[in-house]
């Protein structure tokens, strides 16, 4: 066990408004893939609901912002070594 009870080598994803719905859950751990980009491809495979407008996961990962460890960072090939929380974003009306 790492620090404050995580699990060394997770990582924390927390979803929100169309992240939320898609994935059918507030937020889950999961092992830490190298990059964002690996770990988007792997959520996109493991969740297969939907919004209530019809979009999958994977369609709405492709319009997020992220936040990985409090910083902003959208770029596909930032690792994730180290990270124990990724905040996946969705566009935001009237933001």
């Known amino acids: 066990m790492g620090v404050r009870g995580i699990v060394e080598g997770m990582l924390t994803v927390h979803y929100f408004a169309a992240a939320r719905a898609a994935a059918g859950v507030a937020s889950e751990q999961v092992e830490a893939p190298a990059t964002l980009g690996d770990l988007v491809a792997q959520l996109s495979e493991e969740h297969t609901g939907t919004t209530e407008a019809g979009m999958s996961l994977k369609e709405v990962l492709g319009r997020c912002s992220f936040l990985i460890d409090g910083a902003g960072n959208t770029a596909m090939d930032s690792p994730l070594a180290g ?11 009237g933001g």
């Open 83 to 93: 990270v124990t929380r990724v905040d996946v974003l969705p566009p935001f009306a």
